[in-house]
Each structure stands twice: as C-alpha cells, then as structure tokens.
C-alpha cells in the first residue's frame, strides 16, 4: 500500500507521523534483543494487563516498576510480531499524514495518544479482570481511521481484492473501505467476548474492542480538534 501521487502537495510534512512509526519500530527492535522471559517481563510491565489496571483503579498496588496507570499510553508503542508492527505501521503511514496535516502536528499528537488511551479502556471493560497483556499501536490507528473516514469520505483506496488466483484492483471509496473495517471489527468484538489481548496475529489474539472504540473516538475527537476547520483536497490512496 502505498499512495498515488497527488496533484496538490502535502501542506506540512508529516514529521508526527514518521516519528510515531520510527519510535515504534525502534521499540520493536529492542524487543527482538530479549529473551524469552525478558521480553514477558517487558510486556508485563509497560503493556496494559487488565487486572491490574482493574486493581490500579481500585487503589490496590500492584507493585509494579512503573505505575499501571501509565500503561494505556506505553502499550501503545508495544508490538508482538512482524505482522503486528508491520500492519499497524503500514496504516499509520497510509492514513496518519493526511490527519496531521489537517489537526496539525501537536493536535495529532494529542490526538493520537487520546484514540489509544480511549480503545485501551475499551477493550478493559469488557476484559477487566484478564491477566493478558494487551498492546499495540491498533487503537490509536484505529482513532486515525475514524477521522479518516469523515473528513476523506469519498477518497479512493485501491484495493486487491483476492478472487481465486486473481488479484484485481478496484478502487473503493474511504466510507465504504473503512466503514466495513469499522463494522467488522464491532461484529468480531461481539462475538468473541473471550479474546482479551492485541498481541498480533502470530499469537492470535486481537482487541476487537480496541479497534471499534478505537475508531469512534477518532470520529469524536476529530471533529471537537479542528478536522473541519481547514479544506484539504482528498487523497488517493493505495491500500
């Protein structure tokens, strides 16, 4: 997935976006320094592990290195997997500029740490006593697409759509392409109640919570930051 060129440049350089997906990767290159055990330590304590974020809440120590309280910003920066990471930062970049440039960079970042604070909180209520660690950069992205999808309604994503042994392209618009993401996740989420960590594909667990709350937060607080106080021509995009 990678976008067309426009016709109009970018306004801003979306210099947010590209430290977001650096940091990101320079956290998951440590993680793959780690061991075994050191790497569950890791998790444990800068992850979201809904019990003990059930008992933070509740005033109970938890006794860990960093307050618990903090982790719902710090787990966002965790991936499990090459998949993960990559997936996760593939749409950050695809869809994080054409935000920023619309917010600005230090409403995005506010923006951005709020979409995942939000699908963090989420995915714990319906999993608040879960000793899983929960991770990833999805909710916050998750954020990025819903205000995606208000602003670029009619923007086209081409799409490979797999039929048998063919691989077409077709180009789809941005409500449709990511108000069936939105609607699939919410469907996931309600019928798989028991799958409780974002910890990527290679350990099959996805926060389908995270990703529908997620995604409403960023159509609520996108709005509220100023995503329709500028006029941006939309993007065309691969995906």
């Known amino acids: 997935m990678v976008p067309l060129k426009d016709e109009n440049p970018i306004k801003i350089v979306p210099y947010i976006t590209y430290i977001l997906i650096a940091v990101n990767i320079l956290v998951f290159i440590y993680e793959l320094s780690l061991n075994s055990n050191q790497l569950d ?19 109970v120590d938890v006794h860990q290195g960093i307050p618990e309280i903090v982790t719902p910003v710090t787990s966002q920066f965790l991936h499990a997997g090459f998949t993960h990471v990559g997936f996760n930062m593939l749409f950050l970049w695809i869809f994080g500029n054409n935000i920023e440039e619309e917010l600005g960079r230090a409403k995005f970042v506010l923006f951005y740490l709020s979409c995942g604070v939000i699908a963090v909180l989420a995915q714990w209520f319906f999993s608040a006593m879960s000793t ?21 309604p009619q923007a086209k994503i081409v799409t490979v759509i797999p039929l048998g042994i063919f691989f077409p392209l077709f180009k789809i618009p941005a409500v449709y392409f990511l108000g069936f993401w939105f609607v699939e996740q919410a469907l996931n989420g309600i019928s798989s109640f028991e799958v409780t960590a974002s910890v990527g594909m290679e350990s099959g667990g996805v926060a389908y919570w995270a990703h529908a709350g997620g995604f409403i937060a960023g159509a609520i607080l996108g709005p509220m930051l100023g995503l329709f106080s500028s006029k941006s021509d939309e993007k065309v995009l691969n995906s």
């Open 41 to 59: 330590i890791f998790f444990h304590l800068f992850a979201v592990v809904p019990k003990e974020l059930t008992a933070s809440f509740n005033g």
């Open 132 to 152: 899983v660690p929960s991770l990833g950069a999805s909710g916050a992205i998750a954020g990025v697409m819903g205000a995606y999808i208000l602003k670029f």
